[in-house]
């Protein structure tokens, strides 16, 4: 089902936002701190996944609130796969640069000249072999524990991963061998080469966190808000027209008014048809949509209705 927003709740936009209350925001807030400053205790060597999206972007202000602006005591750790949005990676760059954190990238394609990615065909998408890469740095880096911006509501196997989520010493998940957080008491004992994976925003929904950008006036790609974009209907879903996904034969390009809800790969992430231009608007297209950001946009997701936990058991973040 193409995911498209109906432009008419954009027009309401002052009378909805006067009634909508954003004062949960600051116990998720709290929350996330708590988490955040819990990581830094419990871990010798942690890192936060920084990617440039919105998810990641609202950890760092978390993380700026948790810690003071410049003292984030933990590098930024980002896997490139060669294949993402020009717009996203040089707002990741200057983002970083603004607050003085160190920043590690390691990318896919070095994963291949090692052998260790082999790609079925050369236009095979790359989204998947970001685990062997990843699993590759927390072994260079000796890390103990990776944060990053995943949500329960984004997808059904993120919603049963706890918020400290152990990985064994292959990097795997094991959905059945989850341990248990009760009253926020987080049991965070490793043994030799495993590691875990801290999601911080697990309990928050998208609209939380565009209601948060929103409120704290944080800045995102411009790739999140509405622009004119070449696309393809394929499969439901609104296809960008690259380089590395062109219009295949007897496809009708056309030039729609679109913004992203998600950003990764170019190769499988998809648009939405919206004119949604700030993030109020978006605050109220968010109210009215019925299908999770990963649903509507991700066509890695859609090869079977269990592929997330599959990538997940393997390494995937």
Known sequence: MNARFNETHVSHEPDLLAKLSNSHLDALEEETIFILREVAAAFERPALLFSGG??????????????????????????????????????????????????????????MKRG????????????????????EAIDEFRFDALIGGARRDEEKARAKERIFSH???????????????????????LQPGEHFRVFPISNWTELDVWQY????????????????????????????????TPARAGEEVVEKLVRFRTLGDITCTCPVDSPAATAAEIVIETLAADVSERGSTRMDDKTSDASMEKRKKDGYF
């Open 167 to 189: 990985r064994d010493s292959f990097g795997q998940w094991q959905p059945k061998a989850q341990r248990p957080e009760l009253w926020t008491l987080f049991n965070t004992r």
């Open 54 to 111: 919105k998810d990641s972007l609202v950890m760092l202000k978390c993380a700026e609130k948790a810690f003071g602006v410049g003292r984030i005591p933990y590098p930024l750790l980002m896997i490139d796969t060669g294949h993402n949005f020009p717009e996203v990676t040089a707002f990741r760059d200057l983002r970083a640069k603004e607050l003085g954190a160190e920043l590690i990238i390691r990318h896919v394609e070095d994963s």
């Open 116 to 135: 260790t990615v082999r790609l079925a065909h050369p236009d095979e998408p790359r989204n998947a072999h970001q685990s062997v890469t990843l699993l």
């Open 213 to 244: 950008i929103e409120r704290e006036q944080i800045a995102l790609p411009s790739l999140y808000y509405a622009h004119p974009r070449k696309i393809v209907e394929r499969k439901g879903l609104l296809v960008p027209v690259t380089e590395l």
